[in-house]
């Protein structure tokens, strides 16, 4: 006599499990594999040296891999093929996942490939293995509508939304708090030509009356430190990389979010400072779920609206009081728990399409 036996649905993701590592991408996942069920899942990663993130260190059916100076990609790649994992998780761009993709090819492995898109597509952001992953992946997901649309526009090929959602230890609003007597406007995340973190040392040259505090570090850092310099901005801190708990309190303190990035998908740091309380000045290109124009902050469709806003939010303290009470409310519908159970259904669902990867027979 024979049953079906359901065995643990295997997952790999080329993401990091570091707790230090604060990448949104890696974020994202660490968030869901934390809270995929330990007696449903295994789940594969790896580790880049550091200390795991505890919830992940501590979870049953959970292998880190440790990342170190050589060989990375061979000994990731053992543990995509032998044997291979029935998902493969938020490819990205490194030479693992090309690797992968080609032998998945070749050898006609039955790993189903889930793609997530999180940054608006065009000609140049949807080049080469993310366009790869997006047309060869089983199921295609995005971090917000407009990323979905993006994508059906660029490559034909449906997709569905799933937010991102709030770690709610380090994001969260202040007990009590009365305004800055100089309002705070709070500049987060990396500092690279796309976000242009110039344009917020130019608002601070512009309104020194105000105080500037930057969150993050990148290839643009040296030119804004110069930039500060030159415009003899005093008003401007440099806080360097922060941890989470770090940012989130930055978020308490601060009164306005500045960000005045040209090009994302759905950023989570407009989603960490509305959780926070903070009222959001945006640009609207990428239509960020996370901001309700006029009603949570703005979403500005120039950069002199970008101005417009600022000088705005900077002079009324009243509607600064009840655009972060309408963000905290706002927010509040991303949590994270109801997310991974979107996802572990996600998992199940393409999982059981495939019967033979998901039962087994004994007798």
């Not at 295994?42 to 059916?61: F, I, Q």
């Not at 032998?82 to 030479?95: A, K, S």
């Not at 366009?131 to 509508?145: H, M």
């Not at 309408?326 to 509040?332: L, M, N």
């Amino acid at each position: 006599m024979t049953r079906l036996q359901t065995r643990l649905i295997t997952v790999f993701t080329p993401s990091d499990a570091a707790a230090g590592n604060t990448n949104a991408q890696n974020l994202t996942v660490k968030e869901i594999a934390a809270r995929l069920p330990e007696d449903q899942f295994h789940v594969t990663m790896l580790c880049d040296g550091e200390v795991p993130d505890a919830r992940l260190a501590a979870r049953r059916n959970t292998r880190l891999v440790t990342w170190t100076k050589h060989g990375n990609t061979a000994r990731l790649l053992r543990h995509c093929l032998f044997p291979p994992p029935d998902i493969y998780f938020f490819p990205r761009i490194g030479p693992l996942d090309r690797i992968f993709f080609n032998l998945r090819k070749r050898m006609g492995l039955r790993t189903a490939l889930i793609t997530y898109i999180v940054m608006a597509m065009d000609a140049v952001t949807g080049r080469g293995m993310i366009g790869r992953s997006i047309v060869e992946g089983d199921i295609v997901f995005g971090n917000s509508k407009h990323v979905v649309e993006t994508i059906r526009r660029m490559f034909g090929v449906e997709a569905s939304p799933i937010y991102d959602g709030i770690d709610r230890r380090y994001y969260f609003p202040a007990k009590e708090r009365a305004d800055n007597v100089v309002p705070v406007v709070l500049y987060a995340g990396s500092l690279q030509p796309r976000k242009r973190v110039e344009l917020v040392i130019q608002q601070a040259a512009r309104l020194p009356g105000l105080q500037f505090r930057l969150a993050g570090k990148g290839e643009t850092e040296i030119r804004c430190r110069d930039l500060a310099q030159r415009l003899g901005c005093r008003n401007v801190s440099f806080l360097g990389h922060l941890s989470s708990a770090k940012l989130g309190e930055e978020m308490r303190k601060a009164d306005i979010f500045f960000f005045p990035s040209v090009l994302e998908g759905n950023p989570q740091v407009l989603l960490h400072a509305g959780a926070c309380g903070l009222p959001c000045v945006a640009m609207e290109l990428y239509r960020s779920d996370y901001v309700i124009d006029g009603k949570t902050g703005f979403l500005a469709r120039s950069d002199g609206e970008l101005s417009e806003s600022l000088d705005r939010l900077a002079g009324d303290a009243v509607l600064r009081r009840s655009f972060a009470a309408a963000a905290v409310h706002h927010t509040g519908q991303f949590d994270w728990d109801d997310i991974a159970r979107q996802w572990a259904v996600v998992f199940q669902e393409t999982v059981a399409k495939h019967p033979r990867y998901f039962q087994r027979r004994a007798s």
